[in-house]
Nanobody, 120 residues
Framework: QVQLVESGGGSVQPGGSLRLSCAASGSIFSINTMGWYRQAPGKQRRLVAD???????NYAESVKGRFTISRDNAKNTVYLQMNSLKPSDTAVYYC??????????????WGQGTQVTVSS
């Protein structure tokens, strides 16, 4: 079992910045992709950004040029630096991790979610 603990959410004015962190712990054999989804009220959960263990990144069009995802494999931690925040970025942000166990069985884990509110 793997646990994901998120931190760094909060309230910020438009144009501001926040940095989210998500640390994985527990029975970790290997972690492949880690990333972030977000869900606004009344909307579906959507991918924000992800990063592979090799460092390849992928972003939603709506956040390209404003958000940067990174990870520290030694710490099993993924980060999301969010700049130039807009009210439309307001959502609950969920961290996830795709892992493998020693038998190459795939698992998918979610964090508990952290609220990001962008408002003047």
């Amino acid at each position: 079992q793997v646990q994901l603990v998120e931190s760094g959410g909060g309230s910020v004015q438009p144009g501001g910045s926040l940095r989210l962190s998500c640390a994985a712990s527990g029975s970790i054999f290997s972690i492949n992709t880690m990333g972030w989804y977000r869900q606004a009220p009344g909307k579906q959960r959507r991918l924000v950004a992800d990063v592979t263990s090799g460092g390849s990144t992928n972003y939603a069009e709506s956040v390209k040029g404003r958000f940067t995802i990174s990870r520290d494999n030694a710490k099993n931690t993924v980060y999301l630096q969010m700049n130039s925040l807009k009210p439309s970025d307001t959502a609950v942000y969920y961290c996830y991790a795709d892992t493998k166990d020693p038998f190459q069985q795939d698992y998918h884990y979610w964090g508990q979610g952290t609220q990001v509110t962008v408002s003047s």
